[in-house]
């Protein structure tokens, strides 16, 4: 079964906009972790924040966690069209730690 | 650079013609992990390996075989095709589990 959900399944905006991607998992974690994957390609790890986190920054993205309502927010700030890609939401899981992902999102930024 | 290197990256095989897909990593992890990807599916994990001669299966083991003789490698191995194996294919690497994972650039796999 899916640990996590993105919401929305499909995001388009234009370029310079800022993208806001949601997350929302069911069993209690102690990470969170967001990754891209542009067309086809390997994912790319992009942000980890821990259980005991609130919010984390990485250049122009911003993760939230809220522990309370099972939910993560991923914010890309002033959008570029080398951001269109799809974004996915994982955590650990299972006696393995296996990360279990998310569906996905796609982003499309205009230019 | 630290990488998680797969091959081929692409490959078109016929059913029942054993197959292995190699991934290699540099940065001395000692989890690995292979998925694979399908549309309206996502990621769903095959196998994984904790260390050296430690593996265990995933999601969706049926079909497939692992080894870890080395630290570094994790083949997957198809002995017997079938086109429900036709896939997108990613290796990933981690220390420890449960955190950041390397992806490999992936193998696209069809069997016809």
């Known amino acids: 079964s899916q640990q996590g959900e993105e919401d929305p399944q499909a995001l388009s905006i234009q370029e310079g906009e800022n993208a806001t991607m949601n997350c929302s998992y069911k069993t209690s974690i102690n990470n969170l972790q967001w990754y891209r994957q542009n067309s086809g390609r390997g994912l790319v790890h992009l942000i980890l924040i821990r259980s005991n986190e609130r919010e984390k920054h990485s250049g122009r993205l911003r993760v939230t966690l809220d522990t309370s309502k099972k939910s993560s927010s991923l914010l890309i700030t002033a959008s570029r069209a080398a951001d269109t890609a799809s974004y996915f939401c994982?955590?650990?899981?299972?006696?393995?730690?296996?990360?279990?992902f998310g569906k996905g999102i796609t982003l499309s930024v205009r230019p | 650079e630290a990488q998680v290197t797969q091959n081929p990256r692409y490959l078109i095989t016929v059913t029942g013609k054993k197959l292995t897909v190699t991934c290699s990593q540099n940065?001395?992890?000692?989890?690995m992990s292979w998925y694979r990807q399908d549309p309206g599916l996502g990621l769903r994990q095959i196998y994984y390996s904790m260390n050296v001669e430690v593996t265990d299966k995933g999601d969706v083991p049926e079909g497939y075989k692992v080894s870890r003789k080395e630290k570094r490698n994790f083949p997957l191995i198809l002995e017997s095709p079938s086109p429900n194996q036709t896939s997108l294919y990613f290796c990933?690497?981690?220390?420890?589990?449960?955190?950041?994972?390397?992806f490999g650039s992936g193998t696209r796999l069809t069997v016809v």
């Open positions: 940065m001395n992890h000692e989890y």
């Open positions: 994982a955590t650990p899981t299972g006696a393995n730690s296996k990360l279990t």
């Open positions: 990933a690497s981690s220390f420890p589990s449960g955190y950041g994972y390397t």
